[in-house]
């Protein structure tokens, strides 16, 4: 069992969706990054919270440390959100440790 | 500013090579971890360099290893290639060790393929 999980693997939506992709994680986490890579592997990150609620135009991030659960929510879904969207785990020695990934394909 | 920059881009080699792979960081950043991402998976942790030294290295064999520059910029060496090493290498740098309060700046990556 990885140590960060996500779901779902797979996300196909029409334009003005609202979506969910959740990450669930079973170590000890100092924080958590909600991270975006394009296709070519340009990684950017969206999103760092270790407590909350952080919000950022479309996307909002929130997190339960006592779930051990983060949810990734984009409104008014458009094409150009189709990316694959990571969760990484800040744990022990400040590494991250990542989950597998949700490709998320936003249709007009 | 520039952002964190890799290269190659791109490389071919064949099994039993060797491959060095660079990576700068953004001006003012101190620490620089390397990521290794196999086609369809999430990135995985190699190390973690700060001020010069290894302050974290992930389950990778000694086959890999790393270093980093008096300027901060540092270099993933990989000896003896297998076929399985061929995948997306990410660096990312930050002002200090990755943590509650840093922000990981990712390269564009270096895309290895073996042969």
């Known amino acids: 069992k990885n140590e960060v999980e996500q779901s779902p693997q797979n996300l196909t939506a029409q334009e003005g969706e609202f979506i969910t992709i959740n990450c669930s994680y079973s170590v000890g986490i100092s924080a958590l990054h909600w991270l975006q890579q394009h296709p070519g592997g340009g990684i950017v990150s969206l999103f760092m919270l270790s407590s909350g609620k952080k919000k950022h135009g479309r996307l909002i991030a929130t997190i339960n440390i006592q779930e051990k659960h983060s949810s990734l929510h984009i409104t008014a879904s458009h094409p150009r959100d189709s990316a694959v969207y990571i969760c990484a785990a800040v744990t022990s020695g400040s590494r991250l440790t990542f989950g597998e990934g949700t490709q998320l394909t936003v249709n007009p | 500013d520039a952002g964190v920059t890799q290269s190659p881009t791109h490389l071919i080699k064949t099994r039993g090579q060797h491959v060095t792979l660079r990576c700068s960081p953004i001006s003012g950043h101190k620490s620089v971890s390397w990521y290794q991402q196999v086609l369809g998976q999430g990135p995985q942790f190699i190390f973690q360099?700060?001020?010069?030294?290894?302050?974290g290295r992930g389950n990778f064999p000694d086959r890999f290893s790393a270093r980093q520059f008096p300027n901060y910029s540092s270099e993933l060496n990989v000896n003896a290639l297998l076929l399985g090493d061929s995948a997306l290498y990410l660096c990312a740098s930050s002002l200090g060790l990755a943590g509650v309060r840093e922000t990981q700046y990712f390269g564009p990556g270096t895309r290895l393929l073996v042969l």
């Open positions: 360099y700060y001020e010069k030294e290894e302050r």
